[in-house]
Nanobody
Framework: VQLVESGGGLVQPGGSLKLSCAAS????????IAWFRQAPGKEREAISC????????YYADSMKGRFTISRDNAKNTVNLQMNSLKPEDTALYYC????????????????????WGQGTLVTVSS
């Protein structure tokens, strides 16, 4: 089983990045996928998740209107388009997979996720 994130980097405030998560080794379309992030000295937080079918998407309040999550079940990938980036978005970003049967409230907790990627670093700085 693998989840591999890519697309991180250094971007100026107000800029954009697109993160990708490539999955292998499990039945991808049976799983909800989420993006988490962890800034230095802070706890890991859920920022967005997408249902196994891709029909439902959810965002933390501070990401609404700036981030867009999408998935392609034919390619086993999930993307996170991040716009209007702020310095406080600087963090290590992870994708994770949870069985698609979990309800929304459970998907905001790390405990339900079976698989995790290694993370990709996003730095927002001028």
């Amino acid at each position: 089983v693998q989840l591999v994130e890519s697309g991180g980097g250094l971007v100026q405030p107000g800029g954009s990045l697109k993160l990708s998560c490539a999955a292998s080794g499990f039945t991808f379309d049976d799983y909800a996928i989420a993006w988490f992030r962890q800034a230095p000295g802070k706890e890991r937080e859920a920022i967005s998740c997408i249902s196994s079918s891709g029909e439902s998407t959810y965002y933390a309040d501070s990401m609404k209107g700036r981030f867009t999550i999408s998935r392609d079940n034919a390619k086993n990938t999930v993307n996170l388009q991040m716009n209007s980036l702020k310095p406080e978005d600087t963090a290590l970003y992870y994708c994770a997979a949870a069985p698609g049967t979990y309800i929304l409230s459970a998907l905001w907790t790390t405990a339900v996720y079976d698989y995790w990627g290694q993370g990709t670093l996003v730095t927002v700085s001028s």
